[in-house]
């Protein structure tokens, strides 16, 4: 396995309600990441972390919170989930030793109703 | 911010031909240039990656080139196969602790024998 799961890995809720999808990582890497995949857009940075506490925002981050209170966990809310939130949500880890080369997760199919 | 375009959107060729992906960045001081291959329903893979101190890089029948006065850089595939069929996404980022890749939105290629 690449350590580094997400989940849960399908969801459906319903539009004004909170949604977290976690991502969990076992390869103490310091970076984490959260892309969103469209049709037609391809992956667009929504949050990352550079380190406990870290994080900062990515191109598409209206919407969304992140909090990263150990290593291991990147956690992305959408605090009051819409109809353009449903899409595929990617978690990625990095680490400058190895170039930082991204290992991304299976990733996360939600969809709100 | 940094700005990624890919093109084409879509690439059809026969077994046996070459592929080629090309790509554009906004950012001169983007340094880093990674091709991933993301085949249906799976996680996005790292196939080759380039850094602004090299100009061509092989691996196999893969090879990506870098043309930085240009500002652009480039995914080969030669002989291709079925196997080969898959949506390929361009990035690039600098290489300093607490940025983020910003992808281009994907070519998807299709190796019909």
């Known amino acids: ?113 | 911010g940094e700005n990624v375009e890919q093109h084409p959107s879509t690439l059809s060729v026969q077994e046996g031909d070459s592929a080629v992906i090309k790509c554009t960045y906004s950012d001169s001081a983007s340094n880093y240039f990674p091709w991933y291959k993301q085949e249906l329903g799976k996680r996005p893979q790292l196939i080759i990656d380039i850094r602004s101190n090299v100009g061509e890089k092989k691996d196999q029948r893969i090879a990506v080139t870098l043309n930085k006065t240009a500002k652009h850089f480039s995914l080969h595939i030669t002989e291709t196969q079925p196997e080969d069929s898959a949506v390929y996404f361009c990035a690039a980022s600098t290489d300093q602790a607490g940025t983020a890749l910003i992808f281009g939105k994907g070519t998807t290629l299709s190796v019909s024998s």
């Open chain 1, 1 to 113: 396995d690449a350590g580094i799961t997400q989940s849960p890995r399908h969801k459906v809720t319903e539009t004004g309600t909170p949604v977290t999808l976690r991502c969990h990582q076992t390869e103490n890497h310091r970076y984490m990441y959260w892309y969103r995949q469209d049709p037609g857009h391809g992956l667009r940075l929504i949050h990352y972390s550079y380190g406990v506490k870290d994080t900062d925002k990515g191109e598409v981050s209206d919407g969304y919170s992140v909090s990263r209170s150990k290593t291991e966990d990147f956690l992305l809310t959408l605090e009051s989930a819409t109809s353009s939130q449903t899409s595929v949500y990617f978690c990625a880890i990095s680490e400058l030793a190895e170039n930082y080369g991204y290992t991304f997760g299976s990733g996360t199919r939600l969809t709100v109703v």
